[in-house]
Every structure is written in structure tokens, then in C-alpha cells.
């Protein structure tokens, strides 16, 4: 399953992965701590492999960290997520022991699927999520992503869990009865195939964009290394690189520029003593800044700034999501003795609101700040209330290239999910430009200075997803609960 992550992005590999998981757990109903241990063993497989890419946090030497305490954070952190992300495979391996019945194989899957979606989609309500397995599809198989149209990431994830559903059954009745394994075979290859048929049908629908809803919009792309991002050195080549970058992008017709998360790590007041703001008085052209926000007290807001053309600030989006360790100390009381946050930055940092518009001087957009691309209902929410396209920026400094690689793919499906044209400004890359089908038009290079311009089209369309929002999760529950309930009661 983790193959299936990019950069391998070996899509198909999801779609038999979970199966030997299920035939585990049917095999052994009613021993439950063997099989939270086989569900815990799969996920620590998954996501340690996908994740692992947190390692690249160290060294952090340049934050004045140790080399060896360095280490020891980095490989608690790596442990932390994994264990994390492997409790949603094994509460759904123990959920799967004690509610199942094995003499009802079809509500058995359904359960499996509905129980999988549910913890999921409980999980991305939290601080902490990033490698649900429907984004093992992105970015390659672009016609499966089109089901997160319908109903977000759910959709998908549901449609990866009845396939291995129906595939370990096949094999659990293999040699007792070779025309139902047949049977399930042939369900599994026909969802399969019909799962892209749909994905293709949405996939093929076109776009209405029409020319006055066109926009020139300029990336800037500073490669700052972490290592010298906060120090003078640091500042001054940011100012110098963001400056003559928004300079030639104005020059060369862009209508606003983009600029990565933290791009001028200053609050607004130390911005307007830089040559960026003399730059933007001059050209006259929006910029997209990303920097930091006074809230008071000696705390502060990670936030994307928009900056008009006569250097006020139109719209500011906070970040919502924090980086954990990064940004802040979750549960603080236990493991701040003992972890420092990992910023040389002072002050507190505090998150932004849940329901924040971002108004531009083009209509309203959807902003996102690094980690958020693993949160689908960020981008769902600003879309319903008419974000007409995603401006997505990061940093992604401090990983090793796995981690840029899938950061672009999330932003992949949230651009399909909402079906809006995505900008990604990211410090060292990827940056890039993704149009409403998932299709990269443009991608950076890793660490290199790039600056690159693109035409975008703004657009209201509304996905069942935007509307509706996850229905599909708490559908597949409630039936689930009625087939379960029934049995029961017939049983009596």
C-alpha cells in the first residue's frame, strides 16, 4: 500500500493491499489481540513507509539543536505519526472482529468499508493526518480521483476497501466453492472497471472558461534553505530573490504573484521597510505574500497576506492547521518538558479560524498553508462559499524530495475535488500549476530559484463534494447499522 504513495505512485498496488489484512482477520474472529496485532503491523508498514520521509527533519543543528537529540526528536517523531496513523488499521481490525459476522460475507464488507471511511474520516477531524489511502491514486490515476467529486476522499477510500473486500473473499472461498470465489472475482473486476468508468465520465466533463474570467498569476519559487531562512544572511536573500522575481512577473503581465509560505518571515510592519513593498507600491500588481502576523501578547499567526496594489492589505488567511512539534506541542502538560518546539521563533503561535473568506481584488480564492493539503474540508468549505481558486503555499524545506512529491498530489485532489484551478508557491518545490482535472500544466524544479507565469480561469461550479460535503461516510454507516442491527435481531 505504501508503494502506492508518490513518488513511487504505484497506484494499482492499493487495490489488492488490504486484502491479505482481511483474510487474516476473517481467519481469526475471535482472537483479538492477534489481530489488532496483524492491523497494527499493516499500518506501522504503511504509514512508516510512507511517512517516513519526517526523518528529514534532522539535523537540526541550525535551529541549535544537538546532532544526537536531533536524532532522538526525529525518530520520536517518525514513531509518533506512524503509531497514529496504524491506531485507524487497528481500532478497524478490532472493530472488524467483534462486529462482522462471518455467516454474512456481503455485510461483512460493507462494514469494512463503512467502519474504515468512519475512523478515517474521524481522524481528519484532528490536529494530525496525512496518508488516508485513497491519496495512494494521486497523481497518476487521475480518473479514480474524479470520484472525490462526489463525495470527497471517502469516495475513494470506500471504493479501495469494497474491491479488497470482495477480492479477500474470493480467496477465502477458494477451496470450497470455486463459482462463488468466481462470483467475487467478477464483482470485484466489475467495480473495479466501473469505479473508472465513472471517474472517466466525470473526468471528460467539460470546463466552462470563459476569457473575462481568465488570470495572469506569477509563482515565485525563493529556495531559502531552513538553514539560513531566519538568519540575516537568510532575510537579505529573500527580500533581494521575492523582489526581482515580483519585478519581472509584473514586468511581464502578471495581474498578482504568489509567493510562498513564510516567504518574508517579518511581521507587516518590518515588510514595509523592505524593498518588496517599495516594489509593490511601484508596479501596482497584487501580491499573494506570505509572512507573519502580529496577534498580540507576543504571539503571532503563520498567514498568506493580500497586498494591493497601493501596499494595504486587502485579506489576510491564517493558518489553521499547525504543525505538530513544529508549531506547537501537542499534548503540551506530558511532552513539553521534554520536546522544545522545533522553531527558533519565540513567540506563540496561534491558528486561524475554522470559517475565514479570502477576498482578492478578483473574487474570493481558497488558501491553504502547507500541511492543510491533507485536509480536504478546508478547501470544500472556502470553495461553497465561493473561492473561484486555490492558492496553496508551503515551505517543505526541511524533507527529503518524497515529501514535496506528496504534498503536489494532495493539492492534486483537492484541486479535482473542488474542481478550481491550484496555484502551489513552495519555497524549495515542488511549486506548480494544476488545472481543475488534476493535470499538472506546470512543475518546478527542487531546490532551484524559479519564477514562472501562468494563465488561470476563476470558476463557480460546485461539485456534489462542495455542496454536500462527506455524505457518503455517515451513508455507509448508518446502512451498516441497520444490516448489523437486523442480524442480530433475526438472531433472536
Known amino acids: 500500500m505504501a508503494l502506492g504513495t508518490a513518488p513511487t505512485s504505484a497506484w494499482f498496488l492499493a487495490w489488492i493491499a488490504i486484502a491479505p489484512l482481511w483474510v487474516l482477520i476473517v481467519t481469526t474472529p475471535k482472537q483479538i489481540k492477534t489481530v489488532a496485532f496483524y492491523s497494527l503491523a499493516w499500518g506501522i508498514g504503511y504509514h512508516g513507509f510512507a511517512l517516513f520521509w519526517i526523518t528529514g527533519v534532522h539535523p537540526m543543528t541550525w535551529l541549535g539543536v544537538p546532532w544526537l537529540a536531533s536524532l532522538g526528536i526525529a525518530t520520536f517523531c517518525l514513531v509518533f505519526i506512524t503509531l497514529w496513523g496504524a491506531a485507524i488499521v487497528t481500532m478497524w481490525g478490532i472493530g472488524m472482529v467483534t462486529l462482522t459476522p462471518l455467516t454474512n460475507p456481503p455485510l461483512r464488507i460493507l462494514i469494512g468499508t463503512a467502519l474504515w471511511c468512519g475512523l478515517e474520516g474521524l481522524w ?35 471504493a479501495i476497501l469494497i474491491v479488497n473486500g470482495c477480492l479477500a473473499q474470493a480467496y477465502l472461498t477458494w477451496r470450497r466453492d470455486r463459482r462463488l470465489t468466481a462470483r467475487y472475482l467478477s464483482f470485484a473486476g466489475s467495480l473495479l472497471l466501473g469505479f473508472h468508468l465513472i471517474g472517466w465520465g ?4 467539460p470546463l466552462a472558461q470563459l476569457p473575462n474570467t481568465a488570470l495572469r498569476v506569477g509563482i515565485i519559487q525563493g529556495n531559502i534553505p531552513n538553514e539560513i531562512k531566519l538568519s540575516p544572511t537568510g532575510w537579505q536573500k529573500a527580500i533581494e530573490g521575492y523582489t526581482t522575481g ?29 524593498s518588496f513593498y517599495a516594489a509593490v507600491l511601484e508596479k501596482k500588481v497584487v501580491a499573494w505574500l506570505g509572512a507573519f502576523a502580529d496577534r498580540g501578547s507576543n504571539s503571532y499567526s503563520n498567514a498568506l497576506l493580500t497586498v494591493t496594489g497601493s501596499g494595504e492589505i486587502l485579506s489576510r488567511y491564517d493558518k489553521v492547521k499547525l504543525v505538530p512539534l513544529g508549531e506547537y506541542i501537542p499534548f503540551k502538560e506530558v511532552l513539553g518538558g521534554l520536546i522544545n518546539r522545533l522553531s527558533p521563533l519565540q513567540a506563540t503561535q496561534i491558528p486561524g479560524a475554522e470559517n475565514q473568506v479570502f477576498d482578492t481584488p478578483f473574487g474570493k480564492a481558497i488558501a491553504a498553508i502547507c500541511y492543510e493539503s491533507a485536509f480536504s474540508q478546508i478547501f470544500r468549505y472556502q470553495a461553497a462559499i465561493g473561492g473561484e481558486f486555490i492558492l496553496s503555499a508551503s515551505n517543505d524545506a526541511h524533507y527529503s524530495p518524497t515529501m514535496p512529491a506528496q504534498h503536489h498530489a494532495l493539492d492534486i485532489m483537492r484541486a479535482i475535488e473542488t474542481q478550481r484551478w491550484t496555484l502551489r508557491a513552495v519555497n524549495t518545490g515542488y511549486s506548480g500549476v494544476i488545472d481543475p482535472h488534476g493535470k499538472t500544466v506546470w512543475l518546478s524544479q527542487l531546490k532551484t530559484y524559479q519564477t514562472h507565469i501562468a494563465t488561470i480561469f476563476r470558476l463557480t461550479t460546485q461539485t456534489l463534494y462542495v455542496r454536500w460535503g462527506d455524505w457518503l461516510t455517515p451513508s455507509l454507516l448508518i446502512a451498516a447499522g441497520v444490516g448489523y442491527f437486523s442480524l442480530r435481531f433475526r438472531a433472536f
Open 246 to 274: 515580483y519585478q519581472a512577473l509584473a514586468d511581464s503581465g502578471a495581474q498578482a504573484v504568489l509567493t510562498p509560505e513564510g516567504a518574508l518571515p517579518f511581521s507587516w510592519e518590518e515588510v514595509k521597510n523592505t
Open 124 to 158: 481528519s477531524q484532528g490536529p494530525l493526518f496525512w496518508s488516508s489511502i485513497s491519496y495512494t491514486q494521486s497523481p497518476n490515476n487521475l480518473f479514480i480521483l474524479h470520484l472525490g467529486q462526489l463525495s470527497g476522499p471517502s469516495t475513494i477510500t470506500a
Open 202 to 205: 466525470l473526468y471528460n466533463r
